[in-house]
């Protein structure tokens, strides 16, 4: 055991060095299961924690320094301490921690768990795996925690003084569990003193302990504190009343209160009208110098002081679950306002304000609680009250204490802790979704970071606790603790990164560089050398002096630094310009000045192309290498200046922003130089004092044509006598001669432009000396336009502005410059072209705008005259003309048409004329047309309310007009019109209706203003699609799990997206909308199918929301989570050995993802996962070598690594690379034990269970064991060697199955087996077969008759009617009624809820008959009626589905372990009874010899694989080809595979063959007898190989049978045996000779085999427990059909006096388990595709027999005559009972099902599987019973006026008219 231990310690230590990451990551610590509590030793720092079945010691790092087990153990909530065997109901159970108190002093640490009522115990606080203390034999007191998961449980040390002695309690606050101590607040004690001992409950104060009220508080405590001698417990609760609205108290009292008197509750309130108002996770801490500041400035908490104590707690809202809120309340304000209302109820009745301000809470005492008192200071006198004195007290609502929430945060605060950081407080807050915030509490409290850590989305524990340097935090969440620095100041490297953090721990240390907490910082106490993060301020250059200098010379710099860190005289300060380092002194008597050398010329960088200037950055830096702030510095360059405009050099120089001054004379600029003067020099500023030219005369040129251009000169005299050139870009390079007129006056000749890119450009003229190249400034600017651009006709270019000349040239049809066409203008432009109308069709009544497209239609728009439109005036829009090219106007309506008597066909249709000024007409080459457009149908013709349907609207000419004239409306609401041609498409609005669905409503559409055409009762809102569940209900961030959403409605949607919006995240600066969408895979009216769609980084998993969009209606999922990717670790083991398991370990598998849909890939095959668990994944790899998927790995043929490929949804990883083991690669050494360990295990398991199966047929058999002493001796070795038997033979039947599938059989093979396997036909009946014969003329009309026939059988009066004829007839029997049912259950599937409905009917009927019969209980008892199996076969129906998912696999298993039991031993191939059955009548009663053998099959043509299978020496030939076809084909149903009489055996135990067969000329003879072949006849041996081969015809067995007399010796009669011979006569003549003693001899010795039957059903009890648990356990689930019907029988029995609890017991029997469970449970080949053998039948008989009686009421008294069978399962039966009485029970506490319900689960079920079934053959069946009792049928419709009224008389004539050709009367 200790060995044991010792392994388990290193694995968990292995598993905590393998989490503990490397530097720079957390630490963490991982726990195999749900971690409740976590305590810390403050001394040590040791942590303590509390988990499901554990508890574990840890380090403060984190490391494992100890570990125990604390359960599972058994107990049951109902069982009493100590739980012995004698508590039937006792099970492991888990033990949840539930209390961890550390009790420093005396070394010891208080643990509470959930399993014994809640029993403590004592361990050692150095190494908690030493227990010092346990006992769970004192009864009731040391019941001190909580039995129930949700039970919350809190406590704190604390002490008594009894005696004058002082002895260390612990006061422990819980709820209510419904198996706990009734204990709200107790006191226990750590030693036994005198009658108390250990846990013992010493204070009894029956007010807040044993209460018959407290029950309907529901507290939840969520933290306990002790302060200034007070204990107090911080709990939300109700008010006891219906109300379930939870409010916050917080208790207090004196820690050694002999009677609780101090018990005083104050309501907390967070919010003023307390929304937020359950208390979540609450921390106790001083607030700091500025938190305490805020706190007293605001008023509401009175004054605080820094030291002072204040509560934080966080809350949740009933009002609004999706937000959570912290407040906060000085210790000192609750103890103040608790002082108030003691005092107040102590001395003035509890008055306050004149308001009644206190209570006694848990108290039903009506009677006045408080007392009025004259003295003062009672309060104060008994600080811890009395027994004279009230109590316990609670305020009343109106005086609870209120705080503001400090914080309000989406999504659940689950825990806090809070430290002061100088002076400052942080909050840290755990949350819901694995959270952790950080909350600087200044005024405005803010959240300023996340803690590091990775976020697994498991709730925060409430446990959230500081490391003793309080420089760490230990976050734990469900199962794992991390250890996170309180701050990441060291990950910023620069000013501005670390003050932008926010945090208060955080600060720049300017003179070491680095973001550091303060006291890190060397010199933080002097002045701006640490500058705090919040404050948002780094060392910043505010000013230089000289502001710039020239790049062409050097001085000293002056550099402004207002927040300069004070230097010592022994620090180096330097200046960095770019490359040039110097030295810099501090200003004398200033911080901020710093003086510095700026660098020479040479060194300064040169000036960028495009600037003119140079910026070089600046550092200040201390000590060489620290930079303590950084800016730049320009150097101006005034050479560069003229760069900017090279047009004007000398104003560009002039006016730059550096001071530069113009030499004209060489034509250069130049720094500020006062010592040079003359007239060539230009002064800083004086641009008018620059020689330039300007005022350019015309200013503007037409192209095309040379116009002289003059302009004025000015400050020209230094240019006396010298030649101007004037150019331009689009000159093309060509400078022209500039000519001086008088004065300052200029001129050149112009230039004729070509340029036609748009109608004006500017053109900017430059000029230059001729001599020396050099420009002069010149201003010169003029525009240049272009006539025909944008006037294609002459409208157009009369149009243009007078001053640009433009006219049109009718020579070239251009628009030109004046003097550029040769030829004179027209006075008039030409006739209007019309070149396109639009629409070109209009409705009858016109009123639509129509626009006529053309040219030369007017200059304005009053030149309009007149418009025409197919002979109708039209009306100029004069506020929409466009010059010359458009012109809109609206027409009227149609011409009336003329009287019919003119002899020509009038047209709608014609082109349009217009007439502009100057009598000018034009018209149109295109006709307008007026017609009629008719909407005809509108299409979907329904929709959501919501609106968002796309409707589409045919009909004739509906593009008639535009789709700006169309407007569609829906009973008067607007559709958004999309799409206009020959259908329209609109968008529906919202339905603002009262009724929905709305009436069916008129679409209608507009045309313009006159014309609406209507589509009547075309469209009908209906009911907005609803979403009822979705499953599953998270997603990885990789996306691509199938995510089914259920509900109703979805037929009518078009479009459904599911969408994932990224919440608005205080720490991301992006702010544009993003989101993530996926259409919907697949849609029917009730389900939609999505996959989720892939979230892309950076969003992370905590702040989205999943929205569903359906078409309008936006419904979001609320609890639709998305977990961080799945990580995965390397692969412990690379390779796959013959168990084909591969083991994949990592984190957070199961959050998103389950077995079912995970997909693993070794190379290029899948392979099958088998489990998957939050940190694991178990493969099964294919079992021969695959290929590998890449190609390169292909090519590479050495190498025989595989990839491993994990995929969930979208996501795939590439886990590792594996390979296949060589046979012979493992070694010895594994071998070895991997066969030992597991046989020692087996032998051990063995004779357990051996031996606890044997004392338990003892006690069975006690009463019959007298029979067998004489035959004690005679028998023993019998007995010995059915022992050795059952030790070598038990084995552990569940590895096969777990492995295989289970082969279900579908819908329509199920129904037909359980509704027409039990026919007299069997499965050659015509439903199985579906043959019927019809000639093929008459297919047409028999189909057709079928279905009127169906539609008959739909009407109620006619099928109640049909069924009662039939029942009425006496040749109708029972055989018949039930066939006739199960044809009407095929007919009717479509419709399940009217054949519900029937059967409803009819189960009324026959319960009224037996009722008034006086014989109840005799319902249902058989199916003798065709309703009675009509509900076995709906019952079959409706929990198909409960047995694939749930009872089919413990079936299934049943079977399979009784099939392997059976076959382990002998069976008799011809009498049918077996060594191992529980049938006694099926016993093999002699004692066969055997072994077993396994041969190597090899299947003929299927490769050279062969198959090891196990069998007997005695099985015939037959058994062994069962055996093996059984092996081979184990992974095909039975169905598939080959039969025993196909398939031959050869064996080849030399060169020649042998085939072998059950007989043949080498059988042995006994007598007349002849015994069947079995291997031993052959002498096959051990490990033989032997061939299985298919044959084509059974004549082939015989092949080697020559002579046709062998044949016919063979084909004797069947005087055959295999194990067993039967007695002869001969034989019997004898025995009838011999003594009675004999025969009792006999008779007593194969009693003794009955043994066998024990140990059979010992072996199979944990498989039949299984399948009785899974039908009729507390904890399965129950088909809505069972709660359904059973709620009807309830019902039922109350309609009826005469019906008791045993007649109900008994209708529910009847209609499930006798019904349907036991006929499955005979018959497993009705629900799996298997083979049930004679034997193994006989056995399932017995346990179907077993069920049947624990399904009954009645008692069985067993006696010696009782049959085996009956014995056998006795001890079991009561078990049984008691359950199926629980199962009774639950059914009826459940939720009811409704009929609306049932009825869509029954439309459901009708829809997936009605198409499946032989519904026409179903009918044609039907049919036979109507036509062969035709007449009567008729005469008893005849006689129904329910019938005449639907003539179903007339139907029924026609149909049989229709199939049978039979005269009727019509």
């Known amino acids: 055991m200790e060995r044991w231990w010792a392994w388990q310690f290193a694995l968990v230590t292995l598993a905590t060095t393998y989490l503990t990451p490397s530097q720079g990551k957390n630490v963490e610590f991982t726990s195999d299961t749900l971690i409740n509590n976590v305590v810390a030793n403050p001394r040590t720092g040791r942590l303590y924690v509390g988990a499901v079945n554990s508890l574990y010691q840890l380090n403060p790092d984190l490391g494992l320094e100890s570990r125990t087990d604390t359960g599972p153990k058994r107990d049951n909530r109902l069982c009493t301490p100590p739980v012995t065997d004698a508590c039937d109901e006792a099970v492991d159970t888990d033990n949840h921690n539930k209390l961890l108190l550390v009790h420093e002093a005396k070394d010891v640490l208080v643990v509470c768990g959930s399993i014994f009522r809640g029993i403590c115990s004592l361990r050692n606080l150095s190494s908690v795996e030493q227990l010092l203390y346990f006992s769970d034999t004192k009864g009731e007191k040391s019941y001190v925690a909580s039995t129930e998961e949700s039970v919350s449980v809190v406590g704190v040390i604390s002490y008594f003084i009894k005696d004058g002695d002082n002895f260390t309690v612990f006061l422990v606050g819980k709820g209510y569990g419904s198996h706990d101590s009734t204990k709200l607040i107790s006191t226990r004690i750590l030693q036994d003193y005198g009658d108390w001992v250990v846990f013992d409950s010493i204070i009894e104060a029956s007010a807040v302990q044993a209460n018959p009220f407290v029950l309907r508080y529901l507290h939840d405590f969520r933290f306990a504190f002790k302060d200034g001698g007070f204990v107090y417990f911080l709990f939300s609760r109700t008010l006891g009343i219906q109300d379930t609205k939870n409010f916050t108290f917080i208790s207090r009292m004196c820690e050694d209160d002999q009677g609780y008197y101090s018990y005083t509750e104050l309501q907390l309130n967070c919010s003023a009208a307390n929304k937020y108002n359950k208390a979540q996770a609450a921390y106790v801490a001083i607030p700091g110098d500025v938190l305490a500041q805020t706190m007293t400035k605001s008023g509401q908490y009175g004054q605080v002081s820094a030291s002072d104590k204040v509560l934080f707690v966080t809350f949740t809202s009933d009002e609004d679950p999706s937000t959570s809120a912290m407040c906060m309340y000085p210790v000192r304000s609750i103890n103040e306002r608790l002082?108030?209302?003691?005092?107040?109820?102590?001395?003035?009745?509890?008055?306050?304000?004149?308001?009644?301000?206190?209570?006694?809470?848990?108290?039903?005492?009506?009677?006045?609680?408080?007392?009025?008192?004259?003295?003062?200071?009672?309060?104060?006198?008994?600080?811890?009250?009395?027994?004279?004195?009230?109590?316990?007290?609670?305020?009343?609502?109106?005086?609870?204490?209120?705080?503001?929430?400090?914080?309000?945060?989406?999504?659940?605060?689950?825990?806090?802790?809070?430290?002061?950081?100088?002076?400052?407080?942080?909050?840290?807050?755990?949350?819901?979704?694995?959270?952790?915030?950080?909350?600087?509490?200044?005024?405005?409290?803010?959240?300023?970071?996340?803690?590091?850590?990775?976020?697994?989305?498991?709730?925060?524990?409430?446990?959230?606790?500081?490391?003793?340097?309080?420089?760490?935090?230990?976050?734990?969440?469900?199962?794992?603790?991390?250890?996170?620095?309180?701050?990441?100041?060291?990950?910023?490297?620069?000013?501005?990164?670390?003050?932008?953090?926010?945090?208060?721990?955080?600060?720049?240390?300017?003179?070491?560089?680095?973001?550091?907490?303060?006291?890190?910082?060397?010199?933080?106490?002097?002045?701006?050398?640490?500058?705090?993060?919040?404050?948002?301020?780094?060392?910043?250059?505010?000013?230089?002096?000289?502001?710039?200098?020239?790049?062409?010379?050097?001085?000293?710099?002056?550099?402004?630094?207002?927040?300069?860190?004070?230097?010592?005289?022994?620090?180096?300060?330097?200046?960095?310009?770019?490359?040039?380092?110097?030295?810099?002194?501090?200003?004398?008597?200033?911080?901020?000045?710093?003086?510095?050398?700026?660098?020479?010329?040479?060194?300064?960088?040169?000036?960028?192309?495009?600037?003119?200037?140079?910026?070089?950055?600046?550092?200040?830096?201390?000590?060489?290498?620290?930079?303590v702030t950084s800016g730049e510095y320009r150097f101006y360059n005034c050479a560069a200046t003229v760069r900017k405009n090279q047009n004007t050099p000398c104003i560009a120089c002039v006016t730059s922003e550096w001071g530069c001054q113009w030499n004209a004379r060489d034509h250069s600029c130049s720094d500020r130089d006062d010592g040079v003067s003359g007239d060539h020099i230009v002064k800083p500023q004086q641009r008018d004092s620059c020689p330039q030219f300007e005022s350019p005369e015309p200013l503007l040129i037409p192209v095309g044509f040379e116009i002289p251009i003059s302009f004025q000169g000015r400050n020209l005299d230094i240019y006396t006598g010298r030649r101007f050139a004037i150019g331009t870009e689009l000159m093309k390079h060509t400078d022209k001669e500039v000519t001086q007129e008088q004065g300052s006056k200029f001129k050149f000749t112009g230039y004729e432009f070509a340029y036609d890119k748009q109608q004006e450009v500017n053109v900017s003229f430059h000029i230059k000396d001729r001599d020396t190249e050099r420009k002069i400034d010149s201003t010169l600017t003029v525009v240049l336009y272009n006539c025909s651009v944008g006037r294609e006709d002459c409208s157009l270019c009369k149009h243009a502005d007078a001053t640009y000349q433009c006219v049109w040239c009718a020579a070239s049809r251009t628009c030109v410059y004046r003097d550029v066409c040769p030829s004179p203008q027209p006075a008039q432009c030409p006739d209007p072209e019309i070149t396109d109308i639009i629409p070109r069709f209009g409705p009858l009544n016109g009123r639509i705008s129509v626009t006529i497209r053309g040219s030369n239609m007017g200059i304005k728009k009053e030149d309009i005259k007149k418009i025409t439109v197919a002979g109708v005036d039209c009306v100029h829009q004069a506020d929409r003309y466009s010059v010359s090219t458009s012109v809109v106007c609206e027409i009227g309506p149609a011409k009336r048409v003329p009287p019919s008597d003119l002899p020509f066909e009038p047209t709608m249709s014609g082109p349009v004329h217009i007439e502009v000024e100057g009598g000018r007409k034009g018209t149109s080459l295109v006709n307008f047309t007026y017609r009629d457009p008719k909407p005809n149908t509108v299409e979907p013709a329904k929709g959501p309310a919501a609106g968002g349907t796309v409707i589409t609207i045919k009909g004739e000419d509906l593009d008639t007009a535009t789709k700006d004239d169309v407007t569609v409306t829906v009973g008067g609401f607007p559709c958004e019109v999309l799409s206009f041609g020959k259908q329209i498409t609109c968008t529906t609005g919202k339905y603002r209706g009262q009724k929905v669905p709305s009436e069916q409503l008129t679409v209608t559409v507009k045309y313009g203003i006159n014309t609406t055409k209507d589509v009547p009762a075309a469209y009908q809102y209906s009911d907005n699609p609803k979403i009822i569940d979705y499953n599953p209900k998270a997603s990885f961030l990789c996306g691509g799990r199938r995510i089914v959403v259920v509900g109703s409605g979805f037929d009518l949607i078009q479009r459904a997206t599911m969408k994932v919006l990224p919440f608005s995240d205080e720490f991301s600066q992006n702010t544009t909308p993003v989101e993530f969408v996926q259409e919907a895979l697949s849609k029917n009216d009730t389900f939609l199918q999505f996959e989720s769609p892939a979230v892309k980084p950076p969003y992370d998993s905590q702040s989205l929301r999943t929205v569903l969009y359906l078409d309008n209606v936006n419904e979001e999922l609320k609890g639709f989570d998305y977990h961080p990717d799945p990580t995965f670790n390397e692969l412990a083991k690379n390779v796959i050995t013959e168990t084909s398991i591969i083991i994949v370990t990592g984190r957070g598998f199961s959050k998103a993802m389950t077995a079912k849909e995970a997909q693993a890939f070794v190379g290029d095959a899948s392979c099958h996962v088998n489990i998957l668990q939050?940190?694991?994944?178990?493969?099964?790899?294919?079992?021969?070598?695959?290929?590998?998927?890449?190609?390169?790995?292909?090519?590479?043929?050495?190498?025989?690594?595989?990839?491993?490929?994990?995929?969930?949804?979208?996501?795939?990883?590439?886990?590792?690379?594996?390979?296949?083991?060589?046979?012979?690669?493992?070694?010895?050494?594994?071998?070895?034990?991997?066969?030992?360990?597991?046989?020692?295990?087996?032998?051990?398991?063995?004779?357990?269970?051996?031996?606890?199966?044997?004392?338990?047929?003892?006690?069975?058999?006690?009463?019959?064991?007298?029979?067998?002493?004489?035959?004690?001796?005679?028998?023993?070795?019998?007995?010995?060697?059915?022992?050795?038997?059952?030790?070598?033979?038990?084995?552990?039947?569940?590895?096969?199955?777990?492995?295989?599938?289970?082969?279900?059989?579908?819908?329509?093979?199920?129904?037909?087996?359980?509704?027409?396997?039990?026919?007299?036909?069997?499965?050659?009946?015509?439903?199985?077969?579906?043959?019927?014969?019809?000639?093929?003329?008459?297919?047409?009309?028999?189909?057709?008759?079928?279905?009127?026939?169906?539609?008959?059988?739909?009407?109620?009066?006619?099928?109640?009617?049909?069924?009662?004829?039939?029942?009425?007839?006496?040749?109708?029997?029972?055989?018949?009624?039930?066939?006739?049912?199960?044809?009407?259950?095929?007919?009717?599937?479509?419709?399940?809820?009217?054949?519900?409905?029937?059967?409803?009917?009819?189960?009324?009927?026959?319960?009224?008959?037996?009722?008034?019969?006086?014989?109840?209980?005799?319902?249902?008892?058989?199916?003798?009626?065709?309703?009675?199996?009509?509900?076995?076969?709906?019952?079959?129906?409706?929990?198909?589905?409960?047995?694939?998912?749930?009872?089919?696999?413990?079936?299934?298993?049943?079977?399979?372990?009784?099939?392997?039991?059976?076959?382990?031993?002998?069976?008799?191939?011809?009498?049918?009874?077996?060594?191992?059955?529980?049938?006694?009548?099926?016993?093999?009663?002699?004692?066969?010899?055997?072994?077993?053998?396994?041969?190597?099959?090899?299947?003929?043509?299927?490769?050279?694989?062969?198959?090891?299978?196990?069998?007997?020496?005695?099985?015939?030939?037959s058994q062994v080809k069962e055996k093996i076809i059984d092996q081979v084909y184990r992974n095909l149903p039975y169905s598939q595979r080959p039969k025993v009489e196909n398939v031959a055996l050869e064996w080849r135990p030399g060169s020649t063959g042998q085939i072998l067969s059950d007989l043949d000329l080498t059988s042995q003879k006994e007598g007349r007898w002849k015994r069947l072949n079995t291997l031993a006849h052959y002498n096959v041996r051990d490990n033989a190989t032997l061939v299985l081969s298919r044959v084509l015809h059974t004549q082939s067995f015989h092949q080697h049978q020559d002579s046709h007399e062998e044949k016919n010796s063979l084909l004797e009669d069947d005087n055959t045996f295999h194990l067993v011979r039967p007695a002869d006569e001969i034989d019997e003549v004898k025995s009838k000779r011999g003594s009675m003693k004999d025969k009792a001899m006999t008779k007593a010795i194969t009693e003794i085999y009955l043994t066998r039957l024990l140990s059979v059903k010992g072996t199979l009890q944990q498989f039949v427990d299984d399948f009785f648990r899974s039908v009729l356990g507390s904890s399965s689930v129950v088909p809505p059909a069972v709660k359904y019907f059973f709620d009807f029988l309830d019902e039922q029995a109350l309609r009826h006096d005469n019906v008791d609890e045993e007649t109900l017991h008994i209708w529910k029997t009847n209609s499930l388990p006798s019904r349907f469970w036991v006929n499955i449970l005979r018959n497993p080949h009705f629900m799996f595709d298997v083979h049930v053998t004679e034997v193994v039948d006989a056995s399932l008989h017995v346990i179907a027999q077993t069920f049947m009686d624990a399904c009954t009421k009645t008692e069985h008294k067993l006696s010696r005559e009782s049959p085996s069978n009956k014995l056998l399962y006795a001890k079991e039966i009561s078990t049984y009972k008691k359950m199926v009485d629980d199962y009774y029970k639950g059914i009826r506490q459940m939720v009811p099902v409704s009929d609306q319900d049932m009825n869509t689960h029954l439309a459901e079920v009708s829809r997936q599987h009605t198409d499946k079934l032989n519904t026409q053959v179903a009918l044609h069946q039907l049919y036979q019973y109507a036509s062969k009792y035709y007449d009567v049928i008729i005469q008893s419709l005849d006689e129904d006026p329910a019938a005449q009224n639907k003539q179903l008389t007339l139907r029924l004539q026609q149909i049989a008219a229709a199939l049978e050709n039979k005269v009727t009367d019509l």
């Open 339 to 627: 002082v108030e209302i003691i005092e107040a109820c102590y001395t003035v009745n509890g008055v306050i304000n004149e308001k009644a301000a206190v209570y006694s809470p848990y108290s039903s005492k009506s009677e006045e609680l408080c007392v009025t008192n004259s003295q003062n200071n009672v309060a104060s006198k008994f600080k811890c009250g009395a027994e004279h004195l009230p109590s316990p007290l609670a305020s009343k609502a109106e005086f609870a204490l209120t705080a503001n929430s400090s914080l309000v945060r989406k999504g659940h605060m689950t825990a806090v802790a809070v430290a002061v950081e100088m002076g400052h407080a942080v909050a840290f807050l755990g949350t819901a979704t694995g959270e952790v915030l950080k909350v600087h509490l200044s005024a405005h409290p803010e959240v300023y970071g996340r803690a590091s850590g990775e976020v697994t989305g498991d709730k925060v524990n409430k446990n959230l606790l500081f490391d003793s340097s309080l420089r760490h935090l230990y976050i734990t969440t469900e199962k794992k603790i991390t250890k996170v620095p309180v701050q990441a100041c060291h990950l910023k490297t620069d000013c501005h990164s670390c003050v932008s953090m926010k945090d208060p721990y955080c600060g720049w240390c300017v003179l070491e560089g680095r973001c550091t907490r303060k006291q890190e910082c060397s010199r933080s106490t002097e002045q701006n050398t640490w500058l705090w993060s919040p404050d948002q301020q780094c060392v910043q250059i505010q000013s230089f002096n000289p502001p710039n200098l020239s790049c062409k010379k050097t001085q000293q710099v002056d550099i402004n630094i207002p927040t300069h860190p004070r230097l010592r005289p022994s620090d180096r300060l330097q200046c960095v310009f770019g490359s040039f380092i110097s030295d810099a002194v501090m200003a004398f008597g200033s911080q901020e000045l710093v003086t510095c050398s700026l660098p020479d010329p040479v060194e300064i960088p040169p000036t960028p192309d495009q600037q003119d200037y140079v910026s070089v950055p600046v550092k200040i830096l201390v000590n060489n290498k620290i930079e």
């Open 1174 to 1517: 939050d940190d694991k994944l178990i493969l099964e790899a294919p079992s021969s070598q695959p290929k590998s998927r890449s190609k390169r790995q292909r090519r590479d043929t050495t190498n025989d690594l595989l990839e491993l490929v994990v995929k969930f949804g979208h996501g795939e990883w590439m886990v590792g690379s594996v390979y296949y083991a060589r046979k012979d690669d493992i070694p010895l050494a594994i071998i070895i034990p991997a066969v030992i360990i597991p046989m020692l295990l087996f032998i051990a398991v063995s004779v357990y269970c051996y031996r606890r199966k044997s004392q338990q047929a003892e006690r069975e058999y006690e009463k019959v064991k007298h029979q067998l002493e004489n035959l004690e001796e005679s028998v023993r070795d019998r007995c010995k060697k059915e022992f050795t038997d059952l030790m070598i033979e038990m084995e552990d039947h569940t590895s096969d199955l777990s492995e295989a599938r289970i082969p279900f059989l579908d819908y329509k093979t199920y129904t037909d087996r359980n509704f027409f396997l039990p026919s007299k036909d069997g499965a050659n009946d015509t439903m199985i077969t579906r043959e019927i014969q019809i000639p093929e003329a008459r297919k047409a009309i028999v189909a057709q008759a079928l279905n009127q026939f169906s539609n008959l059988l739909n009407s109620k009066p006619f099928l109640i009617n049909f069924i009662r004829t039939l029942e009425s007839r006496p040749d109708f029997n029972a055989r018949s009624r039930g066939y006739f049912a199960s044809l009407l259950t095929v007919a009717l599937h479509g419709k399940l809820e009217y054949y519900t409905d029937i059967m409803r009917t009819l189960l009324l009927e026959l319960m009224d008959e037996h009722v008034q019969n006086k014989n109840p209980k005799l319902m249902l008892r058989r199916s003798e009626t065709v309703v009675e199996r009509m509900l076995c076969n709906w019952m079959s129906i409706c929990l198909y589905q409960f047995l694939r998912d749930t009872a089919g696999e413990p079936l299934y298993k049943l079977y399979k372990a009784l099939k392997h039991q059976v076959e382990k031993g002998p069976v008799d191939a011809k009498m049918k009874k077996a060594k191992y059955t529980l049938n006694d009548t099926g016993l093999l009663g002699d004692d066969v010899e055997y072994s077993v053998l396994t041969l190597q099959v090899l299947v003929h043509g299927e490769g050279p694989d062969v198959t090891p299978v196990k069998v007997l020496n005695c099985d015939t030939i």
